[in-house]
Nanobody
Framework: QVQLVESGGGTVQSGDSLRLSCGASSLTFRSYVMGWFRQAPGKEREFVAR????????YYTDSVNGRFTISRDNAKNTVYLQMNSLKPEDTAVYYCAAKRASANQFQYWGQGTLVTVSE
C-alpha cells in the first residue's frame, strides 16, 4: 500500500529555517503530483505548495510564496519543503500528499509532522 512519511518538523524561532522531507513508497513516484498542506490549531487544512512530476512547475499559497520552496528527487522518491523566514503563523501540522496528474483531488496523505514557530 502507498505510504507517505514526513520528517523534519520541530520547534524553531521566528526567522529560522526548516526543511521537511516526505518519502514515498509503493507508488510510481514520478507519475504523481506531490503537495504540501498544513493544518494550524483550530483551523482547517490548507494548501501550501505543489510540484509537478519533474519539478518544473510549482505553485504556492500566497502566504508562503517567496519564503518556502518545494522540490523533489525522483531518484529518492522524496519531496521536500524548504521553509525560510518562518513566522509564528506558520505553526501547524504539515502533511505531504500525492495525486495522479489526472486526478482532481490528492489521493494519498502522510501522517503529518508538527512545525512550531515561537516568537
Amino acid at each position: 500500500q502507498v505510504q507517505l512519511v514526513e520528517s523534519g518538523g520541530g520547534t524553531v524561532q521566528s526567522g529560522d529555517s526548516l526543511r521537511l522531507s516526505c518519502g514515498a513508497s509503493s507508488l510510481t513516484f514520478r507519475s504523481y503530483v506531490m503537495g504540501w498542506f498544513r493544518q494550524a490549531p483550530g483551523k482547517e487544512r490548507e494548501f501550501v505548495a505543489r510540484i509537478n512530476w519533474d519539478g518544473t512547475i510549482t505553485y504556492y499559497t500566497d502566504s508562503v510564496n517567496g519564503r518556502f520552496t518545494i522540490s523533489r528527487d525522483n531518484a529518492k522518491n522524496t519531496v521536500y519543503l524548504q521553509m525560510n523566514s518562518l513566522k509564528p503563523e506558520d505553526t501547524a501540522v504539515y502533511y505531504c500528499a500525492a495525486k495522479r496528474a489526472s486526478a482532481n483531488q490528492f489521493q494519498y496523505w502522510g501522517q503529518g509532522t508538527l512545525v512550531t514557530v515561537s516568537e
